[in-house]
């Protein structure tokens, strides 16, 4: 592997410790509720709402204050990302069989009670992250979904786009706060905002460790970094759609990645100047082309397997393959958050329109966990049901070796159902 472009920027030299301006703004949101909610919104977002609760004659307004055709984008992207939840959840079956005579097993799939959607607004609002959070909950059964968003103080409240695509999505509330101290609100509740049971949804740094300061007194999805992509390309791979998709993902912020793995020499060598070149016909080019700049890397590899070799450990939060075969070099792949597989799959379709969710694990989290979907808010239950039949072929054996680890109280209690008598 030869490192044809490197990283510039040194995020490990940056790197500041929010933790504890985290831990204070979560006590303060757990003792002073509201108002602690409302000056945070006031510090952070500049503007103080009179209540963290939407109401809904707002959410009715939001739909004037936006252009009909992008009520009609989100419908439709909305359309999308259920229909593709609801197979999913399709999918996940509740089990129940019986294992031997007297003896049956199974598990059901219970919903969470409630959940939290949270959906980011820094630069500009994410109406799809409202979709894709907030409609697999409705899929998958939960009673309750709330959901949240900083306040824009040019739109005085949350973005309109983004309380119609909540309202598109099925929330049932919805609340003005961002940052730690929304996370805050939906763990610990206050005089208006309930709390709820599952967190979902990414956000920056203070809600990535807010989540994690919570996690365990309420469920949360993941631990969520900056945006990432691998693109794998082949010399069939046209530079000028590879740069496209490099600048799409670090449009996302500073501290999102793109890595271009490619066999060709040839592509290796002209995307920097071609991504150069768009990143000048972009609104959001000059950001994109600092991120690129900071924390982009073209790495040209000796062979494919090379190339898949690379592109497995780094377990992108999303993975372009643009190749001669990408179906085959697809196939090969396993660790990735979501796979865009040939040049007609850019990853701006599944940020948006394709279905599938965009909520995925980043910072290499592809390793062992999934993105967000139906099944992230169900709760699988087993139990068994046993007979005297079953009782009596289960309690020899369990006696044993609840006796072998010590436990008598075990082995009696199993002794006592092999004994006795029907009843």
Same mark, same amino acid.
């Given at each position: 592997m030869i490192v044809i472009?490197?990283?510039?920027?040194?995020v490990a030299a940056e790197a500041a410790s929010v933790e504890r301006t985290v831990r204070e703004i979560l006590e303060s949101v757990r003792t002073r509720g509201d108002d602690a909610i409302k000056d945070c919104t006031e510090r952070f977002d500049g503007f103080r709402p009179d209540s963290p609760r939407v109401g809904r004659s707002a959410v009715k307004e939001a739909y004037d204050r936006i252009p009909r055709g992008a009520v009609e984008t989100l419908e439709y992207a909305a359309d999308r990302i259920r229909r593709f939840a609801v197979r999913q959840r399709e999918c996940i079956r509740e089990l129940r069989w019986e294992e031997s005579p007297g003896i049956v097993l199974g598990h059901r799939l219970i919903p969470v009670d409630s959940c939290g959607c949270y959906v980011p607004a820094g630069r500009y609002p994410l109406p799809s992250t409202a979709l894709m959070s907030a409609i697999p909950a409705r899929v998958a059964g939960v009673r309750r979904v709330a /959901?949240?968003?900083? /306040?824009?103080?040019?739109?005085? $409240?949350i973005h309109p786009v983004v309380l119609v695509a909540m309202d598109i999505a099925g929330v049932d509330e919805v609340y003005c706060m961002g940052g730690a101290q929304a996370i805050g609100g939906l763990v610990f509740g206050t005089e208006t905002v309930k709390a709820v049971d599952f967190i979902v949804g990414p956000g920056n740094s203070y809600v990535t460790e807010a989540k994690r300061q919570v996690a365990g007194r309420v469920g949360i999805d993941m631990l969520a970094g900056p945006s990432e992509v691998v693109i794998i390309a082949d010399d069939s791979a046209s530079p000028e759609w590879v740069a496209a998709d490099v600048l799409a993902r670090c449009e996302h912020g500073p501290g999102s990645w793109a890595v271009v793995v490619t066999t060709s020499r040839e592509l290796a060598e002209r995307l920097p100047a071609e991504i150069r070149d768009q990143a000048r016909g972009l609104p959001t080019g000059e $950001? +994109?082309?600092? !991120?690129? !700049?900071?924390n982009g890397r073209i790495l040209l /590899?000796?062979?494919?397997?090379? /190339?898949? $070799?690379? +592109?497995?450990?780094?377990?992108?939060?999303?993975?372009?393959?643009? !190749?001669?075969d990408s179906g085959a070099v697809a196939a090969r792949l396993t660790n990735y958050g979501s796979i865009f597989i040939g040049p007609w799959a850019p990853v701006a379709f599944g940020d948006y329109v394709s279905g599938p969710n965009h909520i995925?694990?980043?910072?290499? $989290?592809?390793?062992?966990?999934?993105?967000?979907?139906?099944?992230?808010?169900l709760r699988t239950r087993s139990y068994q049901e046993i007979t005297c039949e079953g009782a009596r072929a289960l309690s020899g054996p369990c006696e044993a070796f609840a006796n072998m680890e010590g436990l008598f109280g075990h082995g009696r209690s199993a002794a006592l159902r092999g004994r006795g008598r029907r009843i």
């Open positions: 472009k490197e990283a510039e920027r040194d /959901a949240c968003s900083p /306040a824009s103080a040019e739109w005085g $409240g $950001g +994109a082309l600092k !991120t690129w !700049t900071d /590899a000796d062979s494919m397997d090379e /190339a898949i $070799g690379l +592109a497995e450990d780094a377990a992108p939060e999303h993975l372009q393959v643009m !190749t001669s995925l694990p980043t910072m290499r $989290g592809a390793r062992y966990s999934s993105g967000v979907y139906a099944g992230t808010f």
